[in-house]
């Protein structure tokens, strides 16, 4: 024989519909706005691009206004405010990662321009001639 709702205790059906209710706004916060969908791409990709190491505040920046932002979109009262947050944070991340990837293009020339002076000091003294 099949339960009915009728049949459910009270204390039961109350305990049922509390849960439903507490569940339901974390169903809708897992919907991410789009402004925070690309606050958390850019972040990702500051990340990949290793400003961690080449970019530490500007990340660090990034990844509390993340946080900010969807602590906001969990407020009722902040919810307006977090797109402002993500767009900022989205700015912050990118500004990371170019910076990480000015590094990496500063290195690498620095890199290859120690290697054209000392191919130029080789072919000044003579070094390498049979």
Do not use: H, W
């Amino acid at each position: 024989m099949k339960t009915s709702f009728a049949q459910i205790r009270c204390p039961q059906y109350v305990t049922a519909c509390a849960l439903a209710l507490f569940a339901m706004p974390a169903a809708f916060a897992q919907v991410a706005s789009p402004e925070l969908q690309t606050a958390q791409q850019a972040v990702q990709r500051a990340i990949q691009a290793d400003a961690d190491q080449y970019a530490p505040d500007l990340i660090a920046t990034a990844r509390q206004g993340l946080e900010q932002a969807q602590q906001a979109a969990l407020d009722r009262r902040q919810r307006k405010t977090a797109p402002q947050l993500a767009l900022r944070v989205a700015a912050d991340a990118d500004l990371a990662r170019v910076r990480s990837e000015e590094a990496v293009a500063n290195a690498q020339l620095k890199q290859r321009k120690a290697e054209v002076a000392e191919l130029e000091r080789s072919l000044n003294t003579g070094e390498g001639r049979p």
